[in-house]
C-alpha cells in the first residue's frame, strides 16, 4: 500500500489567506501582541506551534503556555467558523479537491493521510466544509510539532496505525508551501506541487499540477513521482 500525505492551506482548500488571518486575530486577542511578520517563510519553523513561539519570544521574550495556546486555538477555530458564515467564498475547494479524494479513497492500494502546519480541529472544519473526504485520525498537525520533517512523520506513524500497515511502499507529499517541498526534498520523499507554478519550477519540483481537474494526470503523477 501507498500513503499520500496532503497539505491542506493552498493544496486542498483555497484557505491560505484566510488561514493566516483568523491565526493572526487570535494571536493578538490572546497574546495581546501587533505588528506580526505574516510572511511564514521568514520563520524557522512553519507550523502554528512553532511561528507562535517565534513571536512570542521576539515580542516579550517567553514562550507560550499550554493554557495559552489552548485559548488561542479555541479562539481560531472560533474565527475560521465566523469568516465562513460572512464569506463562504473563502473556503472553497482547490478545483477537483473533494472528486480527488473521494476517487483516491477508493483506490485500494492508495492511503491518505493529512499534514496541516495549522491546528487540527481548523483543518478538519475546512475539509468538512468544502466537502472534501478524509481519514479522521490520519490529520498530523502544527500543534504537535515544531518541524515539518517531524509533522510528516507523525502523519506516517498515525497512517500506519489506521491502516494496519507496517510500512507504506511508497509515500507521496503533495503541497504548495516552499516548506513543503523543503520537507520532503530533506526527508528524500516523492513531492508533487499543487499550484505556485513559478515558485516550483524555480526550485526543481519535477511534479506539479495547477489543481486536480485533470484527475488521470494527478493519479499518473502519483504513481510516477519519485
Ligand atoms: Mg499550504
Known sequence: MKLVIFDVDNTL???GRTDQDCFLQAVSYVFNVKEI????????NVTAIAILDQILRTKSGKPPRKREVSDMRDAFLLNLKERSKKRPAEFAEVPGAAQMMTELMKKGDYATAIATGSFA?????????AKIPYKKY?????AECFTREELIDIAVTKAKSVYG???F?????????????????????PFIGVGNK?????????Y?????????????LLSTAV
Open 13 to 15: 482548500t483555497n484557505t
Open 37 to 44: 511578520d505574516t510572511d511564514w517563510s521568514h520563520y524557522k
Open 121 to 129: 480541529d481548523g483543518a478538519a472544519f475546512k475539509l468538512e466544509f
Open 138 to 142: 490520519c490529520i498530523a498537525s502544527g
Open 165 to 167: 500497515v507496517a510500512n
Open 169 to 189: 511502499e511508497k509515500v507521496v507529499s503533495v503541497g504548495d508551501g516552499i516548506w513543503d517541498l523543503k520537507t520532503a526534498a530533506n526527508i528524500g520523499m
Open 198 to 206: 513559478s515558485l516550483m519550477e524555480s526550485n526543481g519540483v519535477k
Open 208 to 220: 506539479w499540477v495547477n489543481d486536480f481537474r485533470d484527475l488521470p494526470g494527478f493519479f499518473n
